[in-house]
């Protein structure tokens, strides 16, 4: 008889638990369909969101992009300084404050480069950021080239006498 | 036009055209500076101030490519490829310096005083580079 109540007890707690344990599957499973089908209905990134996300994108290539040609450019214009002629003090003075300028603006690019390190480890414009880099380190060879070709240089007595024994060959 | 070379750039020339990653440079050379009028190089940083002979650097390739060194003696005709090296890769170096760049001009002035110089031409195809000594 004992015996018998013992039994009974197991049985009568093994589907307690149970009816406890089907709730809980009963939960999450309600739980997973829920999110399933909100998810299906409103997925991470609907179209909408991706278009927007990825106008973004290309506006930042656009936008480094022209400031890359405008850096190309003013390199450009850096070189041709060094094909006038005849310069004053007045005009040397102006070279110098450009070189200045140009190393004031190189910093600031090169910080805005390093900002832009996370973007470059995503993966994202990264021939934009890439091009934006060699960029900004010919700017820095522009600004060392004038500064040698205009202060440097010129005070060097072997090469001015260079370009004076040159003009008799 | 014709163009000559010291043996620094063609020891610098034949140094990097066999390695891959500067497989371009002759072509790029071949590009910039054959099949042109000589007006057209007159063109990069000027190092000397002076329009008969002008000294030149020029960035080939932009600032990741090569920089090439040389000299135009506008009267003669002539061109003269001083020195050349890549900014990147296996031989990639920094600019040189000004010590550097008075020691080449030094030295392209000796040249010429004394022919110790290559002559630069093209192969029939136009596209390789052929040096003769002078």
């Not at chain 1, 040609?69 to 070189?79: A, G, L, P």
């Not at chain 1, 006038?84 to 910093?107: F, G, H, P, Q, V």
Request: hydrophobic share 40%; charged share 30%; glycine share 2%.
């Amino acid at each position: 008889m004992i015996i018998f109540a013992r039994i009974f007890k197991n049985i009568k707690f093994s589907i307690m638990g149970c009816i406890a344990y089907k709730a809980e599957i009963q939960d999450t499973f309600t739980s997973v369909r829920d999110f399933s089908y909100n998810e299906k209905r409103s997925p991470f990134m609907d179209q909408e969101r991706m278009n927007a996300f990825l106008d973004v994108i290309l506006e930042f290539k656009d936008s480094l992009g022209e400031k890359t040609n405008k850096i190309f450019s003013i390199n450009d214009n850096i070189d041709k300084i060094t094909w006038y002629n005849d310069l004053d003090d007045e005009c040397l003075k102006l070279i110098n404050d450009l070189i200045s300028a140009i190393k004031d603006l190189r910093s600031t690019l090169i910080r805005q480069y390093v900002s832009m390190s996370f973007l470059r480890q995503k993966g994202i414009a990264k021939e934009e950021i890439k091009k934006f880099k060699i960029a900004v380190d010919e700017l820095k060879e522009v600004y060392e080239d004038l500064e040698s070709v205009f202060f440097f240089l010129p005070e060097m007595p072997d090469f001015n006498e260079t370009t004076k024994l040159l003009s008799l060959v | 036009m014709e163009i000559f070379c010291l043996e620094d750039f063609k020891d610098e020339f034949d140094k990097l055209k066999v390695k891959k990653a500067y497989r371009t440079l002759e072509k790029d050379i071949i590009y910039y500076f054959f099949n042109k009028p000589i007006q057209d190089l007159n063109s990069g940083t000027r190092l000397n101030n002076s329009d008969e002979t002008p000294y030149i650097k020029k960035r080939l390739r932009g600032s990741g490519g090569y920089r090439v060194y040389f000299l135009i003696l506008i009267k003669k005709e002539n061109i003269y490829l001083m020195f050349i090296h890549p900014k990147t890769g296996p031989d990639g170096a920094e600019n040189i310096t000004d010590e550097s760049k008075s020691a080449l001009y030094k030295k392209v002035l000796a040249s010429i005083k004394t022919n110790d110089l290559y002559k630069v031409t093209l192969n029939k195809t136009q596209d390789s580079i052929l040096f003769e000594k002078l």
